[in-house]
C-alpha cells in the first residue's frame, strides 16, 4: 500500500472537519448550557443546604427542645450531680485564656416555666455549683462557687460577690461565658428558655446550633457514665456578637 501524502492527510481531514462541523457546533452549545446551568443551581442547593436546619418548637411544657431530644431530656432530668473534667479555652478581640476546667454541679435538672407556660425565668435549681478553671488566665486560675441566691468568683486573692456566675464572670474578668446554656449543651442538647435552629448528625446527634447569639459544633461525642447516651467530648461556642470564642474538650464525665 502506498504512504498517503501530506497534503492528501491534511485535505481528508479538512473534509471530515467541514462535514461534521455542525454536530460538533449544537454539542459544544450543549456542554455550555449545560455547565451554566450547573453554575447556577450548585450555589443554590449548597445555601439551602446550609440555611437548613431544623427550627427548635416548644413542647407542651413550654420549652424549645422539639422531639429530637426527648430522650435525652428525660434522662438529665433524673441526673441530680455531675462531675467534669478537661481542658478549656477563651477567645476574644481583648483577651485570651486556656487551661483546665472542673465542673462540679448538685441540684436538679429541670426547666421551671412561668406565665401559662408562654416564658421561662429559671432553668436548673442549682444547690450547689463549683467552676474551676486553672491556667495562665492572668490571676492563675479562676474560681466560680454559685447557687440560686447567688454567686462567688474567687481570682487569686480576690473575692466578688454577686447574682449570678454569667454577670459576675463579665463585669470582673471581661469573660463571656454562656454557664445556664451550657448545662444543656454539655448534655448534647439546646437550652429550652430560648428559640434557635439545630442539625443533627448521621446517628441523630445535635451536631450544630445556633441559639441564644451563639453558634455552637459538637464535634465529637463519647459514650460517659450517662446511661447508654454519647455525650460531646468537643463543643465550639462562638458569639455571633463580640466574636467571643469558647472551645471546651471534655476528658471525663461523670453523672449521678
Known amino acids: 500500500m502506498s504512504k498517503l501524502s501530506r497534503e492528501t492527510v491534511v485535505g481528508m481531514i479538512i473534509q471530515f472537519k467541514q462535514a461534521n462541523h455542525r454536530q460538533w457546533r449544537y454539542l459544544y452549545v450543549l456542554i455550555c448550557a449545560l455547565a451554566l446551568s450547573a453554575c447556577q443551581v450548585l450555589p443554590e442547593q449548597q445555601s439551602e443546604q446550609k440555611a437548613g436546619g431544623k427550627v ?4 407542651a411544657k413550654g420549652q424549645f427542645f422539639g422531639s429530637d431530644f426527648e430522650k435525652i431530656e428525660e434522662l438529665r432530668g433524673q441526673v441530680s450531680a455531675w462531675q467534669l473534667t478537661g481542658s478549656f479555652s477563651y477567645i476574644d478581640p481583648q483577651d485570651t485564656g486556656a487551661g ?14 412561668t406565665d401559662n407556660n408562654e416564658n421561662l425565668e429559671s432553668v436548673d435549681r442549682v ?7 486553672i491556667g495562665p488566665i492572668g490571676t492563675g486560675s479562676l474560681e ?24 459576675l464572670l463579665l463585669k470582673t474578668v471581661g469573660w463571656r461565658l454562656p454557664v445556664d446554656e451550657l448545662r444543656f449543651w ?24 445556633k441559639q441564644s447569639d451563639w453558634e455552637i459544633q459538637f464535634d465529637r461525642y463519647q459514650l460517659n457514665s450517662f446511661p447508654n447516651q454519647p455525650l460531646p467530648q468537643k463543643i465550639t461556642a462562638v458569639h ?13 464525665f461523670k453523672t449521678q
Open 240 to 252: 455571633r456578637g463580640n466574636q467571643a470564642k469558647i472551645k471546651l474538650v471534655i476528658k471525663q
Open 100 to 113: 483546665r476546667i472542673k465542673w462540679d454541679f448538685q441540684g436538679a435538672l429541670q426547666a421551671a416555666s
Open 144 to 167: 466560680l462557687i454559685s447557687s440560686d441566691s447567688s454567686a462567688i468568683l474567687i481570682a487569686g486573692r480576690e473575692r466578688y460577690v454577686g447574682a449570678d456566675v454569667e454577670s
Open 56 to 59: 427548635l418548637q416548644k413542647n
Open 127 to 133: 444547690e450547689n455549683e463549683k467552676v474551676r478553671l
Open 186 to 209: 454539655l448534655f448534647g442538647m439546646p437550652s429550652p428558655t430560648n428559640e434557635g435552629r439545630y442539625w443533627l448528625n448521621e446517628q441523630g446527634l445535635l451536631q450544630s446550633l
